[in-house]
C-alpha cells in the first residue's frame, strides 16, 4: 500500500537519502547503543535511530553485572562508568522484620549501581568517540518486501519505512535490522512474532529520593512480609531507591512509601527531596522468535521480566553483544551466514533462564501463608551457604552455559576432563572465561594494527601444551584461519581457572566464551569446529 502525505512541500522536496550502513539499530537505549558500539569498533557501518525526541532523564534499572562490565572495560567505557557508580557489596534480606539472610559478594562478583540514565550517558559517548550519532524523533513504521521465511540468505536486505519528527517518510534498506525498541517493540511486531508469557496481578510503586536517617550505601536491603516486599538500595549522589508492593487503591506518593518503610522496613529514616516516582507492572514474557531472517530482537524486545535480581538490563547488553560480534564476523566475510542462527539459539535459553530465576525470586517475595513464608525462610537458611558459593556467579553472568550442540564441540575421549568438570565452578564448553584469564590471553579487547582498529573479530585458540610439538601441530591445523591467534595455556593457569588442563585446546569466540575443547589427538575436530564457526578454510 502507497504511503502518502497530505504536506505538498514534504512531498515535493524528498529527503536527502541517507548514508548506508551495514545494520540499522532500532532503539538508541542501552542495549542499542551497545549494539552500535560494539558493531562500529569492529569496522561495521551503522545507523542508529530512536523514535523518542531526547533521552530518557530517567534512572529505570540500576544494576550492572560483573559479566556487563567485562564488555564495557572491551569497550573502553569502563572507567567512566566506576567513576559514576557506586559498588554494591551485599545483599540482605529480613522476613518480617527479622534479619533472615545475607550474601556478601567477593570482589570479582560485586555488582555497580548505576542509573540507567547514566549508562545511557556512558555508552552515547564511547559512541561519539567510535565515529556514531542518535537520529531522534524517527519512527519505524514498517518493514516493506520483507521476507518471512527465516533464511538469512533469502535476500540481501530489509527495507525500512522511516517517519521523521517533520512527518516526511523515508525509505532505507540496510543489510541487517537491529530491533533493541523495548518492551512496545514496533521491530517485534513487523516481523509478526509472539510474545509468550503473562503479568503479575501485583503492581509496584518506586521513589526514588533522599533520606534523614542512616542507611547502607553498600547494600541493597530487602524486606519480605504478608503485607508484600519493600527493596532499598542506595544509588549515586546520595539518593535511595525505594521500591515496594503497591497496595490495591494506593497511588505512589512519597508518603505510601514512607509509611510502608516504617512498617516493613528498617525505621527510624525519613524520606525527603524526591526525584522520581513511578507505578508500574510486572511482565514475565518472551518473544517467540528472536531472528525472523536478517531481523534480529535484543533486550526488552526479545524478553522482559521481574527486576527482581538486577538481571534486564544486563541481559539485554550481552544480546546486543552476542549479536553484534557475528554480524561483524558475517558481514566482514570472516564467517558464513549460517552463525547468525546461533545468536537466537543461545540468547533464548538465557532469557528464559532470566524469566524462570527472577520469577521464583518475585513469587518468593509476595508469599501471605505462614506456611509458605516459614518454608521459604527456612530455605533460606539452609542454602544460604550453598547460594554464595553456586548462585552469586550467576547473578554476576558468569554461569550462563550455551549448550552445545555438535559432538566435535568436546573431546573425542572425554576421560580426561571427569575431574575438572566436577570442580565447583568448572569452566566447560559454553560458559565464558573468568575475565583474569580472558584479559591474559588477550580475548575481547580491540586488536589495533597502526592506528585503525581491526575489523575482524577475534578467536583465541588456547594450547595447553603437554607434549613436544603440540602447538605447532594444532598451528598448522589453522594455518589459513588468520583471524584465529595462537596462546599457550599452562596447565598450572588452566587448573588456577577451573579448565581442563590436559594437554590440548579451549577455542574461545571473540565474546570470551568457549567454543569448543579438545585434547591432543583432536586436530580434525578442532578443524570441524572452526568450519562450523568460520565457513570453509580458504585455499
Known amino acids: 500500500m502507497p504511503l502518502t502525505s497530505d ?31 560494539e558493531l562500529l569498533r569492529r569496522g561495521v557501518r551503522v545507523r542508529l535511530v530512536d523514535r523518542a525526541a531526547e533521552a530518557s532523564p530517567f534512572p529505570k534499572a540500576l544494576l550492572l553485572w560483573p559479566r556487563t562490565l567485562d564488555m564495557l572495560e572491551d569497550l573502553g567505557s569502563l572507567d567512566a562508568a566506576r567513576k559514576a557508580g557506586i559498588d554494591i557489596n551485599t545483599f540482605r534480606y529480613y522476613s518480617s522484620g527479622a534479619p533472615l539472610a545475607s550474601f556478601t559478594f567477593p570482589e570479582h562478583l560485586t555488582p555497580l549501581c548505576l542509573p540507567q540514565s547514566e549508562t545511557e550517558r556512558v555508552l552515547h559517548e564511547r559512541l561519539l568517540e567510535l565515529g556514531g550519532r542518535v537520529e531522534r524523533g524517527v519512527r519505524l513504521l514498517a518493514f516493506d518486501g520483507m521476507d518471512f521465511s527465516g533464511d538469512v540468505t533469502a535476500t540481501d536486505g530489509v527495507t525500512a519505512i522511516l517517519e521523521h519528527a517533520d512527518g516526511t517518510v523515508e525509505r532505507y534498506r540496510a543489510p541487517f535490522v537491529i530491533g533493541a525498541d523495548g518492551a ?27 533520606i534523614e536517617g542512616d542507611l547502607p550505601t553498600d547494600e541493597a536491603l530487602y524486606y519480605q512480609s504478608p503485607q508484600g516486599a519493600l527493596v532499598i538500595v542506595a544509588l549515586p549522589d546520595g539518593v535511595f531507591r525505594f521500591f515496594a508492593s503497591l ?41 517467540d522468535d528472536f531472528q525472523r531472517g536478517r531481523v534480529f530482537l535484543a533486550g526488552d524486545a526479545a524478553h522482559v521480566h521481574s527486576p527482581a535480581g538486577g538481571q534486564g538490563l544486563n541481559t539485554g547488553m550481552q544480546d546486543a553483544q552476542n549479536i553484534a560480534w557475528k554480524l561483524a564476523a558475517v558481514i566482514g566475510g570472516q564467517a558464513a551466514p549460517s552463525l547468525l542462527y546461533t545468536y537466537e539459539q543461545e540468547r533464548k535459553d538465557v532469557a528464559r533462564q532470566v524469566v524462570r530465576d527472577t520469577d521464583i525470586q518475585t513469587r518468593g517475595w509476595m508469599l501471605k501463608h505462614p506456611l509458605q513464608t516459614g518454608a521459604r525462610d527456612a530455605a533460606f537458611r539452609v542454602l544460604e551457604p550453598a547460594m554464595e558459593r553456586h548462585y ?47 584479559v591474559a590471553l588477550g580475548v575481547g579487547g580491540e586488536e589495533r594494527h597502526g592506528d585503525d582498529a581491526v575489523c575482524a573479530p577475534r578467536w583465541t585458540l588456547a594450547v595447553t601444551p603437554g607434549r613436544p610439538g603440540l602447538a605447532e601441530d594444532l598451528a598448522r591445523a589453522i594455518a589459513n584461519r588468520p583471524e584465529v591467534a595462537v596462546r599457550t595455556l599452562a596447565p598450572r593457569d588452566a587448573t588456577e581457572h577451573r579448565l581442563c588442563s590436559a594437554t590440548g585446546y579451549h577455542l574461545i569466540r571473540p565474546d570470551g566464551y568457549v567454543a569448543a575443547h579438545g585434547h591432543g589427538d583432536d586436530r580434525a575436530r578442532l578443524r570441524a569446529e572452526l568450519a562450523a564457526h568460520l565457513g570453509a578454510a580458504p585455499r
Request: proline share 10%; glycine share 10%; aromatic share 6%.
Open 7 to 37: 504536506d505538498s512541500t514534504a512531498a515535493s522536496e524528498p529527503r536527502p537519502p541517507a548514508d548506508p550502513a551495514d545494520v540499522l539499530v532500532v532503539g538508541a537505549g542501552p542495549v542499542g547503543l551497545t549494539a552500535a558500539c
Open 392 to 438: 552469586l556467579p550467576v547473578m554476576a553472568g558468569y554461569r550462563f552455559r550455551y549448550t552445545p550442540t555438535r559432538s566435535t564441540q568436546e573431546p573425542a575421549w572425554p576421560s580426561s576432563c571427569l575431574l575438572s568438570q566436577h570442580r565447583p565452578g568448572a569452566i566447560r564448553v559454553g560458559h565464558a572465561l573468568p575475565r583474569a584469564l580472558a
Open 247 to 287: 497496595p490495591p487503591g494506593e497511588k505512589v506518593s512519597v508518603a505510601l512509601l514512607q509509611r510502608i518503610a516504617d512498617e516493613q522496613g528498617p525505621g527510624g529514616v525519613r524520606l525527603v527531596d524526591p526525584v522520581w516516582e513511578s507505578v508500574f507492572r510486572v511482565h514475565r514474557r518472551h518473544a
Open 184 to 210: 512496545g517493540s514496533a521491530v517485534r511486531a513487523q516481523i509478526g512474532t509472539g510474545f509468550s508469557g503473562s503479568t503479575y496481578e501485583s503492581a509496584f510503586a518506586l521513589v526514588d529520593c533522599r
